[in-house]
């Protein structure tokens, strides 16, 4: 749980300006096998980049399908479950609709994976 706060009070990215008319309020169960495991096992499309449904996520996931094998680092898969997938719960009020993974995540997952995604 700590991480999801310190992602309410610290996020590290800006959820692109969405059309509310469009969007789902209800909470849908990921599909995407990678991000079944995450600590949550709701999500709420669009998702942080905008795609707004899961079909997508997982083809645009697909880049990153071996970079998890690495093990650069521990938060890897949980910042692009987040970023792809992200925390859905009724507990949260509506004008939050996305959480973005916190400052500390990112930068972590950044300077650990960077390098090889790089290459």
């Known amino acids: 749980m700590v991480t999801v706060v310190s992602c309410v009070t610290q996020p590290s ?5 969405v059309n509310v008319s469009t969007m789902s309020g209800n909470c849908q169960s990921i599909t995407i096998p990678m991000c079944q495991q995450m600590p949550y096992n709701a999500t709420r499309m669009p998702n ?17 399908r071996y970079l998890p094998d690495t093990n650069c680092s521990p938060y890897l898969v949980f910042f692009l479950c987040v970023i792809y997938t992200p925390i859905c719960t009724s507990e949260l009020p509506s004008f939050l609709a ?10 972590q997952v950044k ?3 960077e390098p090889l995604v790089k290459k």
């Open 13 to 17: 990215v800006t959820a692109p300006t």
């Open 98 to 107: 996305t959480i973005p993974p916190c400052r500390q995540v990112c930068e």
């Open 111 to 113: 300077s650990h994976c």
């Open 48 to 64: 942080l980049l905008g795609m707004t449904h899961q079909d997508d996520a997982l083809i645009a996931l697909e880049q990153f």
